[in-house]
Structures are given as C-alpha cells and as structure tokens.
C-alpha cells in the first residue's frame, strides 16, 4: 500500500493522558497536513509542514498540541493533558506540487 | 473570506438512478482548485473529483461529472447511475494558494445514501 497510513486507527485515553498518533505521508511527497474532524463536520486545518519545516500552525493548536516531521518524511501529532473535547478524528494528508491531497485513514482518538 | 456553502445535509437516491449535489463558494481569488471528496463510514476522505478554475471544461470522472459556474461560484457534483456503494458523506473544498501554504476550506458535507 503506497498511500498514506496513519497509525493508531482507535485510540481510548484517559483524560490527562498524554497520546501521540504517527502519519507517513506518500514517500515523495514533501508537504504534510494534520487536520481534526468532528462528527457532523468538515475537517478544520490544523498545521502543515513543507519537508521538516513546520510552516503554519492553526489557532486551533494550543500549547497541548505539538508536531514534528524530524526528517521531513513522517510527521507525529502528540496531544499532552488530553480533554474531553480532544475527542475528534485526527486527520493526516500529504501532497506534491500539484493540488492533489492525499488523506490517510485517519486516527479516532476518545476522550473518556 | 472564503467560504463554501453546501445547502443540502442529506440526500437519498435509489439505486441506478442519478442525483446532483450541490456546492457554492465564496471568494476573491482568481486562482484556485475546487474538490468533491468522499467519506464513507469507514471514514477514509477520498478524493472523487476536481477542477481547476481557469478550465472552462467541466471534470468528469466515470460516473461522476461536475457543473462548474465560475461566474455563478456554483460547484455541482452529479453522480449517475448511483450504485449502493456511493453511500456516504460527500464534502465540497475549496482550495487556494496563501503564502507557503495550501489553504482547503471546507462545507459541512451532504449525507448520501443511496437505497436498494
């Protein structure tokens, strides 16, 4: 499967604790989206990285939120202090020059 | 601000038959891709189909097709001859170009399901 893969699909965690999901991008693909969905909507932009460097961050990513793509080829998504209201899909997408997104099947993280 | 509108929460269609959805948009940029993607229960969003902008010719992808009016903002998708696998969220994005990165806004999605 060359597409690309995020990894863990479920994830259940007690409040507080902290999680970090992984995505590996397309292999040449350089640039790398998160993106969190909630049931009943549309996916909200998170943060992006063009090969290791992260060049936007949403306001949606509070100082609980941290990514990294250290060699520019998968990125990880840690949460630390999770909330209730962290409880989303976590959604990873990576790109080349053209327009094209390419989504993973992203990781359902649970809150409880 | 750009905005993209998808008036239509849910759709049902019977199998064989064909159902448009409906997308509208909201924006100042002259330069810019639209997308229809897919989300089935499994939730993987997969990309159905896209435009460019400054192509006048509609997209169409086997039984999928678009009714692109750019002086309208209007962005349909019709699916013909629905099939039971078609059943799913369907998301309407729009996406630009703003500095380093690739802006996709997104509608809220239309409910399709599609019935035996």
């Known amino acids: 499967d060359t597409g690309v893969s995020q990894d863990p699909r479920h994830k259940i965690t007690k409040r507080g604790q902290n999680v970090t999901f992984r995505c590996d991008p397309i292999s040449e693909h350089n640039r790398l989206y998160w993106y969190r969905q909630t049931l009943g909507q549309g996916p909200e932009f998170l943060t992006y990285?063009?090969?290791?460097?992260?060049?936007?961050k949403s306001r949606l990513l509070s100082d609980r939120f941290s990514a990294e793509r250290p060699k520019g080829s998968f990125s990880t998504l840690e949460i630390q202090r999770t909330e209730q209201g962290d409880s989303a899909m976590y959604l990873c997408?990576?790109?080349?020059?053209?327009?094209?997104?390419?989504f993973g099947s992203g990781t359902r993280l649970t809150v409880v | 601000a750009q905005t993209v509108t998808q008036s239509q929460p849910e759709m049902s269609v019977q199998e064989a038959e064909t159902v448009t959805l409906s997308c509208t948009y909201d924006t100042s940029e002259s330069n810019y891709y639209l997308f229809w993607y897919k989300q089935p229960p499994s939730r993987q969003m997969i990309l159905v189909i896209r435009?460019?902008?400054?192509k006048q010719q509609n997209a169409t992808e086997n039984r999928f097709s678009v009714n692109f009016q750019k002086a309208a903002k209007s962005f349909s998708l019709k699916i013909s001859d629905s099939q039971l696998g078609d059943t799913a969220m369907y998301f309407c994005?729009?996406?630009?170009?703003?500095?380093?990165?690739?802006?996709?806004?997104w509608g809220l999605g239309t409910s399709l399901a599609v019935n035996p």
């Open positions: 435009q460019e902008a400054y």
């Open positions: 990285f063009q090969n290791e460097a992260q060049l936007e």
């Open positions: 997408a990576s790109s080349l020059r053209d327009s094209s997104f390419n």
């Open positions: 994005a729009f996406m630009y170009n703003a500095g380093n990165n690739r802006k996709l806004i």
